[in-house]
């Protein structure tokens, strides 16, 4: 074949540049080559032969110049067919197909499905018809560089009709690439109020007065089939579509099919999906079970009909993205389908050579915010693809800003810089996962942002593509504080307390204390008088964990009785005054005894805290009861004859608790010790004692209503 008689094919300038160069380089004013062409509803199909065949330029007839397409938009992906990689850009929503090198594409335009029509109960005669196919157009065009990137619209499917409403189906919407190609939106399908609509392929007919279905778009589609007055049935027409008109009512129990849409092998070279099928014909009435036949949806996304048996009720909608028909609606109140939304397609065949060229999608990428030491919970995620990568098999590298990291796998193998594994000229798109890392500092609440990079197979670092993060943040950790168990202090006239073995963990921030008591407010400063206390440890806060504090943890501060004397008369050695036996108030109770019994030694008028109460105990009224205070390292009171003794040890002291039924000691009667409730009924009431000790009471036998008399007294020894 002569390149001049090429000038026929719009293809023919791009495939005699192209057979130039690959069908005899070395000497090229002789190449000679067969061009084999096949023409269908889907394109053109050429076939270069030098020689031997060259190669089945597939998906649609697209052949590249020897400067090949480049473009960003949509899904894309890269099928090889017969050795050659081609880019396919897929769009199933609209958006722009920018193109950085011009070239020749191959195209599919499919406008959305239109709609159903409706149908109601009041009109048993009139289901609805189906909805027609949306437009399909395909084709090769020339792409240019400069001006606006080329506008991809994808039309919606007409939206399903709801019952009891008796209206025809809505109109797809059109889909369109730039000003090359407009799909038409399919129309709706007939109602018994309403006539079917024309569009890329036309809406079915229904009713004795919309009976005809409606025309479709010359070189996009067909029209509608026709409905079919006549009982059981009354059977609408289906929806046209790409390929073949709607089927007509074939009597008056078979509704008319959605007519068959068209296939294109566009997406891959080699699989033929069907587009742009008619939405089946509803049924209305039924007679004494007689269930009449519904139309089936056509080849390429159409609907079914509906059909008034349980079961069959409800139209099917149009497939997404095939521009689908919605199948009519049965009687009965139910809801008509939707039609299928459009689809926009666009492939090129990358040139052998051509320019090294990475593509990300998937921005904007999403902020990963987490909690310092703990990796982004959620990450994000991109996909990068590539075409004539050189160096195959190679490696792209993957670089994230300061603070993320990247990986193959969702869930491990992070890392701050990731090698993309390439084992031909073409990358197929490939997920990366993006998190921040548990390493990554908080910051001082700053945002971690930048760009992420991708280079190699022949893209320098100074050329790397790149995707923006969205900036995140990490916060705080939480920090905690646990106590140690505290032990208890002896009065030494000193500030005395728990200042070390709390643990910290998190922040590296300085520990404080803080010390409290029941007279003694929160303070930093340790207590120095016995008593009980408590201290919480707190840990500041550093660039990473916030503050912490730990639990309020209880400690006493005791005395022992040469302290605890010494706390009166600081500084003071005269046994005559600060020992054991000395008197120095002069109130006839000895400094060990006055210590015992929780008293003053240095005031007179303070005596030792022992009480005698009238009590119930035991549910028994005018019980002699003793109350005393009693050094807490004293043992357990046990009996001893009719006494109760308890052992101080580490005070050196004795408590007796006696009685008897005369003064003088003679008679003596059994001592017990009161406890539970009882004892903390006899006990409200009085002075409080000092930490280190607490009170006790007992009782004598019997009680003031039955003799003989009772008398009770402690008694208290040392060494």
């Known amino acids: 074949m002569d390149l001049s008689a090429a000038k026929t094919n719009p293809l023919s300038q791009n495939t005699a540049n192209f057979m130039k160069k690959h069908c005899n380089t070395a000497n090229p004013s002789n190449s000679a080559f067969t061009v084999h062409t096949t023409q269908s509803k889907t394109g053109s199909r050429l076939r270069l032969v030098c020689g031997l065949a060259l190669a089945a330029l597939g998906l649609g007839g697209s052949v590249t110049s020897a400067d090949a397409v480049v473009a960003t938009g949509g899904t894309i992906t890269h099928p090889v067919v017969n050795g050659i990689t081609y880019n396919v850009h897929t769009f199933t929503g609209s958006g722009t197909f920018t193109v950085t090198s011009p070239g020749d594409v191959t195209y599919l335009v499919v406008g959305g499905g239109g709609g159903g029509g409706a149908a109601s109960a009041a009109n048993a005669t009139a289901p609805g018809g189906g909805g027609g196919a949306g437009g399909f157009l395909t084709g090769t065009t020339a792409v240019t560089v400069g001006g606006s990137p080329y506008s991809v619209t994808v ?384 840990v500041a806060a550093d660039a990473n964990y916030n503050t912490a504090s730990s639990t309020a943890t209880g400690f006493v501060i005791v005395t022992t009785l040469g302290n605890w004397i010494g706390g009166y008369f600081p500084g003071v050695t005269d046994q005559l005054i600060v020992g054991p036996n000395a008197d120095p108030d002069q109130d006839s109770q000895p400094n060990f005894l006055e210590f015992a019994l929780n008293s003053d030694p240095s005031k007179g008028s303070s005596r030792g805290k022992e009480f005698v109460k009238m009590a119930t105990v035991a549910s028994v009224p005018n019980v002699l009861t003793l109350t005393v205070a009693v050094r807490n390292n004293a043992g357990a009171f046990t009996a001893s004859g009719d006494d109760q003794t308890a052992l101080d040890s580490t005070d050196s002291l004795t408590y007796f608790i006696e009685s008897s039924t005369t003064l003088t000691g003679g008679g003596s009667t059994a001592v017990t010790q009161v406890t539970g409730a009882d004892a903390t009924a006899i006990q409200a009431g009085l002075p409080g004692v000092d930490a280190g000790w607490s009170y006790k009471t007992f009782r004598t036998a019997g009680s003031a209503v039955s003799p003989p008399a009772n008398f009770i007294r402690v008694k208290v020894t040392t060494p």
């Open 155 to 538: 039309g919606a499917g007409g939206a399903a009709v709801a019952a009891p409403s008796a209206s025809a189906g809505n109109t797809g919407k059109d889909s369109a690439f730039g000003s090359i190609a407009t799909a038409i939106g399919g129309g709706g399908g007939a109602a018994t109020g309403a006539t079917a609509s024309t569009g890329g392929s036309g809406g079915g007919g229904s009713g004795s007065t919309y009976a005809t279905g409606a025309s479709g778009t010359a070189g996009q589609g067909n029209a509608g089939g026709n409905y079919v007055y006549g009982s059981p049935g009354y059977p609408a027409g289906g929806g046209g579509g790409a390929g073949t008109a709607g089927g007509n009512a074939s009597s008056t129990s078979y509704a008319g099919n959605g007519g068959a849409g068209l296939s294109s092998d566009i997406k891959d070279g080699s699989t033929q999906i069907w587009y742009a099928g008619g939405g089946g014909g509803g049924t209305g009435n039924n007679s004494g079970g007689n269930y009449t036949t519904a139309g089936m949806g056509g080849q390429g996304g159409g609907g079914n009909g509906g059909k008034n048996q349980s079961g069959y009720y409800t139209a099917g909608n149009g497939l997404a993205n095939t521009g689908g028909g919605g199948g009519g609606a049965t009687r009965n109140n139910y809801t008509a389908g939707a039609g299928g939304s459009g689809v926009v397609i666009i492939s090129y065949a990358q040139e052998a050579g051509g320019t090294p060229t990475i593509t990300l999608t998937g921005a904007p990428i999403v902020a990963v915010n987490t909690t310092y030491g703990t990796a982004s919970a959620t990450p994000t995620s991109f996909t990068a693809a590539g075409s004539n990568l050189t160096g195959a098999p190679g490696n792209l590298t993957v670089s994230p800003p300061a603070g993320y990291e990247v990986s193959l796998s969702i869930g491990s193998a992070y890392s701050s810089s990731l090698s993309l594994p390439y084992s031909s000229a073409t990358l197929a798109s490939t997920p990366v996962y993006v998190r921040l890392a548990a390493t990554t500092t908080a910051n001082g609440g700053a945002g971690y942002a930048g760009n992420i990079s991708v280079y190699g197979g022949g893209v320098l670092v100074g050329s790397a593509v790149t995707i923006a993060t969205v900036s995140s943040t990490v916060s705080k950790a939480n920090s905690s504080v646990s106590a140690p168990t505290v032990g208890t202090y002896t009065y030494n006239g000193s500030p005395q307390g728990p200042s070390s073995g709390f643990t910290a963990t998190g922040s590296t921030g300085g520990v404080t204390y803080s010390y409290a008591g029941s007279s003694y407010s929160p303070s930093a400063t340790q207590p120095t008088s016995a008593g009980s206390y408590t201290v919480t440890a707190t």
